[in-house]
């Protein structure tokens, strides 16, 4: 078969062009790490605070009786206020209020569960504003010491699933 265009013959097949296929791809697999990255990047954020306020918080309770289920109960209030007011002071209280609602979905406790959440990171989000973090390396473990002991007060508003309840709205009659 003749393959000579200027003799007529239009049926030569082109080359494939190697570059185009390399540069979609290469923006294809750029495209999908940059969605794994942000995808990730919250989640990452929410086990580095959790790690963070955890080691606080068993540094905080001491020689606390560590009864399992209260243990727990107080450590998830701390740990939630503690996230709060983390995020408050490194970007903001709309990013931090964000953050959380965020959280809460993903997490998808019951109505009940997620007000007390939502009360505690409003307590973090809060407390953290009067927390001296310019010039202070150890604004972290100040914040984590305010918010433990406000949260042993009895006039405290911390929300303690199980023993210090808050007004649950109506829609969460139903949990």
């Known amino acids: 078969m ?3 265009p200027a ?10 062009r190697f570059g185009a296929v390399k540069a979609w791809t290469a923006k294809w697999v ?5 969605v794994l990255i ?8 929410v086990a580095t605070l959790d790690v963070m306020a955890k080691s606080h918080f068993d540094r905080l309770e001491g020689g606390r009786d560590k009864h399992k289920l209260i243990h727990w109960v107080r450590y998830d209030t701390f740990k939630h206020a503690y996230a709060s007011g983390v995020m408050t002071i490194l970007f903001g209280d709309r990013v931090a209020e964000a953050s ?7 997490e998808q406790n019951s109505c009940v569960g997620r007000e007390h959440d939502l009360i505690n990171n409003a307590l973090g989000r809060q407390w953290a504003q009067v927390i001296e973090h310019e010039d202070n ?11 433990h002991s406000r949260m042993d007060q009895p006039d405290s ?3 303690i699933l199980n023993v210090k309840n808050p007004p649950i709205p109506e829609n969460c009659r139903s949990d």
């Open 2 to 4: 003749n393959a000579d």
């Open 137 to 147: 390396k150890h604004w972290r473990r100040d914040l984590a010491n305010l918010l």
């Open 38 to 45: 942000l995808l990730a990047t919250p989640f990452l954020a």
């Open 7 to 16: 003799a007529g013959n239009n049926n030569v097949s082109q080359p494939v």
């Open 100 to 106: 959380g609602l965020l959280v809460e979905w993903v």
């Open 157 to 159: 508003a911390f929300s």
């Open 30 to 34: 750029f495209s999908a790490l940059a």
